[in-house]
């Protein structure tokens, strides 16, 4: 893990195109502005990990449980 020290309106860049900036700091929490191109997603941590949880659990469901889900169309 690289650790870098930022101050106030300083900013670190991610490959070629994205761009992260502090904010805000205030107290023990840092506020960070993300500039990234619309095709790359930015999530918090917990978000995306729900997001990972919900596909597996989507990409196991059974076939029966898929049809309930979509309905009988064309039967």
């Given at each position: 893990m690289l650790?870098?020290?930022?101050q106030?309106?300083?900013?670190?860049?991610?490959?070629d195109n994205?761009?992260v900036t502090v904010?805000?700091v205030r107290g023990?929490k840092?506020?960070?502005g993300?500039?990234?191109?619309?095709?790359i997603p930015v999530h918090?941590?917990?978000?995306?990990?729900?997001i990972?949880?919900?596909?597996?659990?989507?990409?196991e469901?059974s076939?029966e449980?898929a049809?309930?889900?979509?309905?009988?169309?064309?039967?």
């Amino acid at each position: 893990m690289l650790v870098l020290s930022r101050q106030r309106d300083e900013s670190i860049i991610i490959g070629d195109n994205v761009v992260v900036t502090v904010v805000d700091v205030r107290g023990d929490k840092v506020r960070l502005g993300i500039d990234a191109p619309v095709e790359i997603p930015v999530h918090r941590r917990e978000v995306y990990e729900a997001i990972q949880r919900e596909n597996r659990r989507a990409s196991e469901i059974s076939a029966e449980e898929a049809r309930r889900v979509g309905g009988d169309r064309g039967q």
